[in-house]
């Protein structure tokens, strides 16, 4: 089957099984696929997929943990023109269901194990959805018809540059999900611009923890190592202390994941005894990493490089290179080659110059084309021919920049702004915090004021006066929290961001119920 787009991503298993035909691509708990055997799969199973009447654009829906079933039906997309949507088995049946409707696709490959979720979320469906099980002994073995209607059997045709690989759903912080569409050529700059920054070559062994349903779990290390031949070790589920003995035993040289993710390892009771000796670099996205705990990563000998990225930008956008990470320690760096960004006034629109503060604005060969099928939500994000982040930042003189917080999640408390991940900051370095979201309440007097929820450190002791008697110590006034509440855990999104408008609504719930 020919593939004539320059960019396309099913040249690259092809192409490292020429090249390196014998070196392991997926340690899937153990079990090791090599180059020659994950293309193979893939490009079997592409033409059964076409032999059954799937065509260019027609989308596989999936319900599975981290695999490397999972693998070879992305290669298998991408040699075939299907796209790809890999769902959360965090969701209820009704998200699941609203996200299966929105996608509309004509199949849903499922794991065993996440069954009973699909099928509840499937009876939530009007119309018929076609199902397998991943793997050589499902749907490499039998391909069902695809669901729906067609009056003519699809054209066969090479896959084009533009043409749809990846549908990944936003994390929601804003609200309800939606489709998020990534080309072969999105994925092929982002992963190009990704590998002069953060090198990979083919003798590294990465270690994936980020969720395949999250658009880090392919574009953030799996992909590129794919890519340059190197070997990526696959997990289900991010176990601290795992972690820590797979570094030491796989020799694992590089990983990506979100703050907490680092957070949990640096508490784990092995951390300091762990022997980190091979893990070199690490990439920290998803929401912006505390300087404290970066300086203890540092501390250990490990690299480890805050970025920024939003998955409409396939995700890559903002990268501190290794040797800044000390010198300019929380920043999230300069642009990704190929990658152009610009901040503007959240109110007026003007560009800003220089040393400036704002929203982060980005344009460049890996921005998304749009929603899948939400023509006004896409034109929004696109508006001005710059993809808007939502995102407020600030640029030095130098030129690097630092996520301050989501625009959305600035609130006004006395006339001045307030950035809830700086009182975050402010608080987590109190040696009983482990961890703390701050939001905007409203307030008689002085329209709205900080409300912390923290979570408290196994067997420390504090109270709400003590926390805010810190505060006020690092903190101008009208930034220090007037209400302290305290919580078990932090609700956050499959990205590790905080869903600060949880805890709002149930700030609300609770002022409704008191009055």
Partial sequence: MPDAGLHTLGRWTRDRAIATPDRVAVDDRGVAITYRQLDERAAGLAERLLDAGYGVGDRIATVTGNSADQ????????KAGLVLVP???????????????????ALLVVEEEFATLARAARDRLPGRLSDAAPGAHGIEADVPAPSGERREAPERRPVADDDALLIIFTSGTTGSAKGAVLTHANCFWTNLAFSRIAEITTHDTVLAVMPQFHVGGWNIQPLLAWWVGATVVLERTFDPGRVLRLIAERRITTMMGVPANYLF??????????????????IVGGAPMPPALLRTWHARGVALSQGYGLTEAAPNVLCLPDE?????????????????????????????????????????????????????????????????????????????FTIVDRIKDVYISGGEQVAPAEVEEALRAHPAVEDVAVVGVPDSRWGETGQAWVVMRRGAVTDATELVAHARGVLAGYKVPRDIRFIDEIPRSMSGKVLRHVLAERARAERETAR
Avoid: M, N
């Fill in 71 to 78: 693998v070879v039906l992305f290669f298998a997309c991408a």
């Fill in 87 to 105: 769902l959360s088995w965090r969701l209820t049946p009704r998200e699941l269901a609203e996200q299966l409707e929105a996608s509309d696709p």
């Fill in 265 to 282: 390892l640096a508490q784990h009771p092995g951390f300091d005894e762990a022997d980190l000796s091979s893990l070199s670099h690490a």
């Fill in 324 to 400: 800044d990470a000390r010198t300019h320690l929380g920043s999230a760096g300069k642009p990704y080659p190929h990658v152009e960004v610009a901040i503007a006034d959240p109110v007026t629109g003007e560009l800003l110059e220089g040393d400036a503060s704002g929203e982060l604005l980005v344009r460049g060969p890996a921005v998304f084309p749009g929603y899948f099928r939400a023509p006004e939500e896409t034109a929004f994000a696109l508006r001005g021919g710059w993809l808007h982040t939502g995102d407020l930042v600030h640029r030095d003189d130098e030129g690097y």
